[in-house]
């Protein structure tokens, strides 16, 4: 039996011997990489695997899903894969479920902008926690999920039975929070969050999470006010501003590549009134290539909005809409790009019925939008004026 123990957590090694054989490899210590690839052979030498350097195993897969999980979100898709072959093995295994599970949690995540996508996440989690019924993280998980498809009451009860054991960890209480700020009880999630700092105070995600939370405090008295907030009110704003700015600044601090967070300092920097900064920030955002392609279309659609709004600039702006919309991933952001431009093109058509590009464009995103008798009729205006107008120059005054 315990000759059987000490095989199976060989094999379980395999993937993270392979990983510093090819580490030290690409490092030139060749005689280190030779070591952990000699680790490897001998547990492959089992009489039925025809593979030197490989074997076909359950746990293996699992641990290769794990792996996978934690190098972002490109490889969630395989990462789910891999706990997918281990559970054809063993489809009672907990572990093998629970990486399922958070795998296609993830992945509903990743995609949760693309149109069309369908979430499949909600049932692999309740075997999970059927498999895992002490696991927290898993049960925060659920809760998060239920929210998501309307059934809040059920998943704050899996929140409660997550914070409720003693063993929770940071990473429970910072979900949590998102799903008390979703709520709306944006003082409890703002409880847990700061509980969470104090035992890993540089943690990117933490500050992140603290920041969204005073943003949504902030516009839940903008709206109790509608918009105009005095006094008390407009000081308390103004401090919550202050609370979020820190806490993103923080964020992208100890990450610079963390797009999400950048996004929102630049919109908190335009809340302050601070359009230098919003600026320096955005021209940040344009020069990264995030691999979400609806987060670049994003950055193309709130800087679009900044130049419509606060700098004034309607030909920057159309020019980044244009920009979210050339990204042709099917996405709630660009379809609301394509609104936003709708809307300032038929601005400017009020203002100049006579206006050429403006014409154009509107047919252009009637194009878009699958109406062709409409982008037909707006082209062929743009086309009859274009006419009128060079012959105008022919002639001459």
Known sequence: MQKEH?????????????NFAWVYYHMGRLAEAQAYLDKVENICKKPSNPFRYRMECPEIDCEEGWALLK??????????????KA?????????????????????????????????????????????????????????????????EAEGEKYLEEALANMSSQTYVFRYAAKFYRRKGSVDKALELLKKALQETPTSVLLHHQIGLCYKAQMIQIKEATKGQPRGQNREKIDKMIRSAIFHFESAVEKKPTFEVAHL????????AGNHRKAEETFQKLLCMKPVVEETMQDIHLQYARFQEFQKKS???????YLKAIKIEQASF??????????????RKLQRNSLDLESLSLLGFVYKLKGNMNEALEYYEQALRLAADFENSVRQGP
């Open 333 to 346: 952001i660009r379809d609301k790009s394509i609104n936003s431009l709708k809307k300032l093109v038929l």
């Open 314 to 320: 309607e030909i920057n702006a159309i020019i980044h």
């Open 264 to 271: 929102d300092l630049a919109r908190m920097y335009i809340e």
């Open 6 to 18: 000490a095989y199976q957590a060989s094999v379980r090694s395999l993937v993270t011997w392979s």
């Open 71 to 84: 190098c972002g979100g490109k490889n969630y898709e395989r990462a789910k894969a891999c706990f997918e």
């Open 87 to 151: 559970l054809e093995v063993d489809p009672e295994n907990p572990e093998f479920s629970a990486g399922y599970a958070i795998s296609a949690y993830r992945l509903d995540g990743f995609k949760v902008a693309t149109k069309g996508y369908r979430q499949f996440s909600l049932l692999p989690l309740r075997q999970a926690v059927r498999l895992n019924p002490d696991n927290g993280y898993i049960k925060v998980l659920l809760a998060l999920k239920l929210q998501d498809n309307g059934q």
